[in-house]
T-cell receptor
Framework: SAVISQKPSRDICQRGTSLTIQCQVDSQVTMMFWYRQQPGQSLTLIATANQGSEATYESGFVIDKFPISRPNLTFSTLTVSNMSPEDSSIYLC????????????FGPGTRLTVL | GNSVTQMEGPVTLSEEAFLTINCTYTATGYPSLFWYVQYPGEGLQLLLKATKADDKGSNKGFEATYRKETTSFHLEKGSVQVSDSAVYFCALSGPNNDMRFGAGTRLTVKP
């Protein structure tokens, strides 16, 4: 298994600002992902974080709004840019060791509130 | 595309009652199926998984069987405890690395 940590655990931000969320894995994982969980809702995949190349975004999510970096096999960042109250959500990262149908291990999430 | 339909609840049970949370899926190919649990204020934890038809995943008294003929992966537990109170998510992972989640079912177990 993998243990995943995220920083910050929560934040309250002003409209129009940006926040970068860090995701650290305790071992090298093949795949890393970012999800959004809006209040009381299920998880929606934002993008797959690719090491050393541009992330692969799901429909409805764009790089300008959610730039992602993954410089190595244990670390990734997600930035939520030019925030609005609609961006208030929990953002979770996950990692898996390999194979497209392998288990994903999740971080504890970052709870973001935009005023 | 791939999708998961899950009994939304909320579900409220007394301690030691039997639990069933229904989950059906639509997918191309042969996805792996998962149940994740989210305790209050925490991230998702893998509860159990099954990777092929007729596989049974089990953990902590919970079980689910991968039924290809009915495209289902229902979660069951014979005797729930107060500590099982959480939100349960059914999910599938397909060949394009896209994990899709159900809506989640909030379970409350009363002593």
């Amino acid at each position: 298994s993998a243990v995943i940590s995220q920083k910050p655990s929560r934040d309250i931000c002003q409209r129009g600002t940006s926040l970068t969320i860090q995701c650290q894995v305790d071992s090298q994982v093949t795949m890393m992902f970012w999800y959004r969980q809006q209040p009381g809702q299920s998880l929606t995949l934002i993008a797959t974080a690719n090491q050393g190349s541009e992330a692969t975004y799901e429909s409805g999510f764009v790089i300008d709004k959610f730039p992602i970096s993954r410089p190595n096999l244990t670390f990734s960042t997600l930035t939520v840019s030019n925030m609005s109250p609609e961006d208030s959500s929990i953002y979770l990262c996950s990692g898996s060791f390999g194979g497209s149908t392998d288990t994903q291990y999740f971080g504890p999430g970052t709870r973001l509130t935009v005023l | 595309g791939n999708s998961v339909t899950q009994m939304e609840g909320p579900v409220t049970l007394s301690e030691e009652a039997f639990l069933t949370i229904n989950c059906t899926y639509t997918a191309t190919g042969y996805p792996s199926l998962f149940w994740y649990v989210q305790y209050p204020g925490e991230g998702l934890q893998l509860l159990l998984k099954a990777t092929k038809a007729d596989d049974k995943g089990s953990n902590k008294g919970f079980e689910a069987t991968y039924r290809k003929e009915t495209t289902s992966f229902h979660l069951e537990k014979g005797s729930v405890q107060v500590s099982d109170s959480a939100v349960y998510f059914c999910a599938l992972s397909g060949p394009n690395n896209d994990m899709r989640f159900g809506a989640g079912t909030r379970l409350t177990v009363k002593p």
